[in-house]
């Protein structure tokens, strides 16, 4: 199947700097690619979704001044959690999505961010 | 409301045995049903994707259903094992990919 990557894995912040989390599909273009949160012993919550060459949209509740997403290229897309806080403590996965046939969603590992 | 609720919430199987997870969906318009394995802090990785046209899908010891009437899905482990130990999703997609609703998840642990 399709790989998708991201980076870091795992990251620990102070409060009040940025994170930027990267998402690349390896093998295969994606012109829209998801960012999911998932709190522990949750499933995951979608964030935003993020088209390459345009602005992302993102779910309701979501602070699109905090979580800055960029999708440059047909490969990359980058989530910064900006001011991070303790409570944007989580993990975070992406997605990209195929286009072809079953438009299958296919997830990186996770980024587990912790901001003391 | 499109919604995917799953049962049970957390299973707990011994080695060797097999279970079945269940999931029931309202999501419409209905496009196809996956099933995910999540390792703790890993990302999901797809089992089975089923169409509407599909009732029943094998991936090694998972087998997926799909009763699309009913708007119900089962996966069904056989001859469990330790690394079966995930938390299991199952996922809707009501459009081409852009309108997935997941479920909550059934934890599943296997013991020896």
């Known amino acids: 199947g399709a790989v998708v990557s991201q980076h870091p894995s795992r990251v620990i912040c102070k409060s009040g700097t940025s994170v930027k989390i990267e998402c690349r599909s390896l093998?295969?273009?994606?012109?829209?690619m998801f960012w999911y949160r998932q709190f522990p012993k949750q499933s995951l919550m979608l964030m935003a979704t993020?088209?390459?060459?345009?602005?992302?949209?993102?779910e309701q509740g979501v602070e699109k001044d905090k979580f800055l997403i960029n999708h440059a290229s047909l490969t990359l897309s980058t989530l910064t959690v900006t001011s991070a806080h303790p409570e944007d403590s989580s993990f975070y996965i992406c997605?990209?999505?195929?286009?072809?046939?079953?438009?299958?969603?296919?997830f990186g590992p996770g980024t587990r961010l912790t901001v003391t | 409301k499109n919604q995917v609720e799953q049962s049970p919430q957390s299973l707990i199987i011994l080695e060797g045995k097999n279970c079945t997870l269940q999931?029931?969906?309202?999501?419409?318009?209905?496009?196809?049903l996956r099933w995910y394995k999540q390792d703790t802090g890993r990302g999901p990785v797809s089992l089975t994707i089923m169409t509407f046209s599909e009732n029943t899908k094998s991936n090694g010891r998972y087998t997926a259903t799909l009763d699309a009437d009913t708007k119900q899905s089962s996966l069904h482990i056989t001859a469990s094992q330790l690394s079966d130990s995930a938390s299991y999703i199952c996922?809707?997609?009501?459009?081409?990919?852009?309108?997935?609703?997941f479920g909550g998840g059934t934890r599943l642990m296997v013991k020896p």
């Open positions: 093998d295969f273009q994606a012109t829209t």
């Open positions: 997605s990209a999505r195929l286009l072809a046939g079953l438009y299958e969603q296919y």
């Open positions: 999931c029931n969906y309202t999501v419409s318009p209905f496009s196809n």
């Open positions: 996922v809707v997609n009501g459009n081409a990919g852009n309108m997935l609703t």
């Open positions: 993020s088209n390459e060459g345009s602005k992302a949209t993102y």
